[in-house]
């Protein structure tokens, strides 16, 4: 059997799960800037329990100081959408050296979710899923910086760190284990790429290829080009466009934001795709990955 999955920064929009529901074929869906269930399509959707995405439930204090009230109920989560797998989802516990089977240590907030799934076909091995979100941080105010937005490798960073305890050995192939999500990252950009920090985002792709995790894309042919290409990519990139800015429409989006990782060998059986067609893109400003295990 085929297990299908979504990948999808939803950006807390209410229309976003209508459209997910609306999905045939789809067993699960690893979402970013996720927020409450409508309560309409609740019946249809098993979001799994709040320990798994809720990082305040593990490290309170700065939720009960208020200091970040623009962050509220934006979270990475794990939904199952179909009765053909079983998911296993990982509670969040305070970054500790020592977890329980059914924990996963996590070190940032809001940035990371994960859960075991399990087909319900015994051909289909189970595989662990990591729903990743980069939030951006600003730099410390002794910097004196003018990044308004900050940047986002401190928290792809702290994600890998913490996907790291699914890996115990040093052949990728006795893992199996899939992730993806919203980076904010641009890969293979040129050091003139005005939109990126491309020495450090590059060490997030690295790391990644060190830890066995193979980048799977969404490349070209897997997804519509931006025509022309971006300024600071390369004219030979294999990028797709993930996201619209608040002035760009589908048509014309630019920057591929979105990315899935799997480990080397397990890679082999799966396939990305990105739904960024304008007849395809969806509610949200991030469009959908596809991706499909064989």
């Not at 799934?117 to 105010?141: C, G, K, L, N």
């Not at 480990?263 to 067609?277: D, M």
Request: charged residues 20%.
């Amino acid at each position: 059997m085929s297990v299908r999955l979504v990948c999808w920064n939803i950006a807390k929009r209410i229309q976003t799960w209508h459209e997910l529901v609306a999905m045939e074929g789809v067993d699960v869906a690893l979402l970013q800037e996720a927020g409450t269930v409508p309560p309409e399509v609740a019946s249809r959707v098993t979001p799994g329990p709040d320990a798994h995405w809720d990082s305040h439930l593990w490290n309170a204090r700065w939720w009960d100081e208020q200091r970040f009230p623009h962050l509220l109920e934006r979270w990475p989560k794990v939904v199952k959408l179909s009765d053909l797998v079983d998911i296993e989802w990982f509670k969040q516990v305070s970054p500790i050296s020592l977890v329980a089977p059914d924990e996963i240590a996590v070190s940032g907030i809001g940035t990371i979710a994960a859960a075991r799934v399990t087909p319900q076909d015994s051909e289909t091995e189970p595989f662990i899923v990591i729903s990743m979100y980069a939030r951006w941080m600003s730099p410390h105010p002794s910097t004196g910086s003018k990044w308004s937005v900050g940047y986002s490798d401190g928290s792809a960073h702290r994600i890998i760190s913490d996907l790291s305890a699914f890996i115990g050995n040093a052949d990728p192939a006795t893992h199996r284990i899939l992730a993806a999500g919203d980076l904010n990252t641009v890969f293979g950009s040129e050091p003139n790429d005005p939109q990126a920090l491309a020495a450090r985002d590059q060490t997030i792709f690295d790391r990644m290829e060190a830890l066995g995790l193979e980048l799977l894309g969404p490349r070209s042919p897997g997804g519509r080009q931006a025509s022309p290409t971006p300024e600071g990519l390369p004219a030979d990139t294999r990028n797709v466009p993930t996201f619209k800015s608040s002035r760009q429409t589908p048509e014309t989006a630019q920057s591929q934001l979105d990315y899935v990782f799997a480990s080397r060998g397990f890679h082999e059986r799966i396939k990305v795709r990105a739904l960024n067609s304008p007849e395809e893109w969806g509610a949200s400003d991030h469009c959908r990955l596809l991706i499909e295990i064989d």
